[in-house]
């Protein structure tokens, strides 16, 4: 069957939707006190950890965890000075919040990280100058929070590396011009890190877009940008494969989303315009978490966001596989893919012998599945209905990859699919062949 004849299967059996992203104020029975400057990261084992910030009593150092719609203030003995304009990010590899400088009786240079239930303090034997206003973000390609710019004094443009035991200084033949409160987040479609925006000392706000590859700052030359901003947020959604920026002094109120190579405008119903607020990615329920910040001249708000689409893309397990001679191959998105309208989405198989022949049979989900047994494959089973099958020849690493390009139509929306992979093994069985684990996977509009 050709991608043209698959396609018009899947217009045929859908119908309409527009339902894009969108802001919904949350009202929870309890939430932290309004204030700006503090900070929001992912937190291991699913929510949003919030810790610190200044509201009407002072700096702080309270801790909340945001779960299941609900805030919760949570209570431990060690934990950082009270502080404002400080930094977070999740280290994903390690499983750890790390936490660094800020406005403190610390003096701003020091480094903590959170494992989900204590705070650990640092003493690595390199680190940043004492700072406020940087921004830190996690590069998920190479496994280090990076830190970049603030305030000491003057602005900096300093470019620093948490491994999880020591801070690197990092330098660059082009970096951008030294400011704090700029955005900072990663590229989940081209990787690196992207920065925008902040403000340095009498200089006007910036509107400039740079990458962060590791080794190198690039600018890059958008042709769409967001206004000239500072202290405004910026996050990975990794689900949707998007960069949002929200708020700022630039007091724009749409939403800014990076796409790995250019910036587009949501024109929603938003929040109240603010600066001093913060984003932090729901993993669990996919969404973004908007708290509190502070319209100059009014007093900080105290309100929950979420920034989230009705219509996500999916992809779960559907079915166990069966083992070969190199374990049993395991179906998933490739990278951070998913089956978003408009877009390429991009499964692969792993596990596979080296150079293995794999096809990938794509299709409905089985009712009941079929035993492969008489087949030659004992105690492997096909959960998918046939539509389309690809051939496919792994790499040495036992790696093959798949692809569907997805039109850019509402009318694809909500269309589900399912897909499992043949892999040829000799000898494995009477068969010579394995099955991977089964996936469904439904298109989403972003």
């Given at each position: ?243 949002v920026l929200w708020g700022g002094s630039g007091f724009d109120t749409a939403v ?191």
């Amino acid at each position: 069957m050709t991608m043209m004849r698959f396609g018009l299967t899947l217009a045929f059996v859908v119908g309409t939707t527009t339902a894009q992203a969108h802001w919904t104020q949350l009202y929870t029975a309890q939430t932290p006190s309004p204030r700006e400057f503090h900070a929001m990261a992912t937190e291991p084992g699913g929510g949003i950890l919030l810790f610190g910030g200044e509201d009407s009593t002072g700096r702080r150092n309270d801790i909340w965890r945001f779960r299941n719609n609900a805030w919760q203030q949570v209570f431990v003995g060690t934990r950082p000075s009270p502080r404002y304009s400080h930094a977070m990010a999740f280290d994903r590899g390690r499983g750890v919040v790390v936490l660094f400088g800020g406005n403190s009786n610390q003096g701003g240079s020091d480094t903590w990280e959170w494992n989900g239930f204590t705070w650990a303090g640092r003493n690595p034997t390199s680190q940043p100058s004492p700072r406020t206003g940087h921004a830190m973000a996690y590069d998920h390609d190479r496994g280090v929070s990076v830190l970049f710019g603030g305030q000491a004094g003057n602005s900096l443009n300093d470019t620093w590396e948490w491994n999880g035991s020591d801070w690197l200084a990092r330098s660059s033949p082009n970096a951008p011009g030294a400011r704090r409160n700029s955005g900072l987040a990663y590229d989940p479609t081209a990787g690196g890190l992207i920065l925008f925006g902040g403000i340095a000392n009498n200089q006007p706000l910036f509107t400039d877009t740079w990458r962060w590859n590791g080794a190198a700052w690039q600018q890059l030359q958008p042709g769409n940008s967001p206004i000239a901003r500072a202290t405004t947020a910026m996050i990975s959604d990794l689900d949707r494969g998007r960069i949002v920026l929200w708020g700022g002094s630039g007091f724009d109120t749409a939403v800014w989303e990076w796409d790995g190579s250019n910036w587009h405008m949501h024109t929603l119903t938003p929040p109240s315009p603010r600066s001093g607020h913060a984003l932090a990615y729901d993993e669990a329920r996919r969404r973004t978490i908007s708290f509190a910040g502070r319209l100059q001249g009014y007093p900080s708000y105290g309100d929950t966001w979420t920034y989230a689409t009705p219509t996500p893309a999916r992809f779960e397990t559907a079915g166990p596989g069966c083992t070969g001679s190199s374990g049993q191959p395991e179906l998933r998105r490739a990278g951070f893919s998913l089956p978003w309208v408009g877009d390429v989405f991009e499964s692969a198989v792993t596990s596979t012998p080296a150079s293995a022949a794999t096809i990938f049979a794509t299709g409905f989900e089985a009712v009941s599945p079929t035993a492969l047994d008489p087949f030659g494959m004992p105690g492997c089973n096909l959960f998918v209905t046939l539509l389309e099958t690809q051939f496919r020849i792994a790499s040495s690493a036992g790696v093959a990859t798949w692809d569907l390009r997805i039109p850019n139509s509402p009318t694809f929306a909500g269309v589900e699919l399912a897909q499992q992979v043949l892999v040829l093994d000799p000898g494995v069985n009477a068969a010579g062949a394995v099955v991977s684990n089964a996936a469904r996977f439904v298109v989403g509009i972003r």
